[in-house]
T-cell receptor
């Protein structure tokens, strides 16, 4: 069974640009969550989607947005990039809220 | 005070030793407890998933949950250099809408 796939693996952008990250969940998983991981802050929750609806949202500014498609694939968008947005962005999928989450290997975003 | 406390380490032990990793938490509503292992440049990998109190064993790994003390542990027997990684605890419950709350992660080093 294929795992969670995130693309691209690495991305370099400059301040002010925008970026879109993609996540394909494990087949059959309808819940997709996004996290930001940095050495200083650890894993921080961005948002969760289930059946194309945002079900949970973390404490991030509106520059961070996401969506989920009917096939459960999800995208995350960050607009007006800032230097502090440099991080590893992780996507996780699960069967439901009380089920364990399985992670992809992330997209490493560097802002110059 | 953070909801989940985890010593960041590093914890360095000789090969073959029994490793004990721990997290404490403050929210008595947590019901689901997880341990993840994360290698450098990879996403977190689910090791153990436990509901409520008790022990769970999987090969060389044993997870313990003590809800009365708000304390969870992961034991690794016959530790190997390949176990060197960062270990993250995570937990969730109904009052956080099942959003995972993470520990900071403990960096484990197994010396050959």
């Amino acid at each position: 069974k294929a795992g969670v796939t995130q693309t691209p693996r690495y991305l370099i952008k400059t301040r002010g640009q925008q970026v879109t990250l993609s996540c394909s969940p494990i087949s059959g998983h309808r819940s997709v969550s996004w996290y930001q991981q940095t050495p200083g802050q650890g894993l921080q929750f961005l948002f969760e989607y289930f059946s194309e609806t945002q079900r949970n949202k973390g404490n991030f500014p509106g520059r961070f947005s996401g969506r989920q498609f009917s096939n459960s694939r999800s995208e995350m968008n960050v607009s007006t990039l800032e230097l502090g947005d440099s991080a590893l962005y992780l996507c996780a999928s699960s069967l439901g809220q009380d089920q364990p989450q399985h992670f992809g290997d992330g997209t490493r975003l560097s802002i110059l | 005070q953070k909801e989940v406390e985890q010593d960041p380490g590093p914890l360095s032990v000789p090969e073959g030793a029994i490793v004990s990793l721990n997290c404490t938490y403050s929210n008595s509503a947590f019901q689901y407890f997880m341990w993840y292992r994360q290698y450098s440049r990879k996403g977190p990998e689910l090791l153990m998933y436990t509901y409520s109190s008790g022990n769970k064993e999987d090969g060389r790994f044993t997870a313990q949950v003590d809800k009365s003390s708000k304390y969870i542990s992961l034991f690794i027997r016959d530790s190997q250099p390949s176990d060197s990684a960062t270990y993250l605890c995570a937990m969730s419950g109904w009052d956080s809408n099942y959003q995972l709350i993470w520990g900071a992660g403990t960096k484990l080093i197994i010396k050959p």
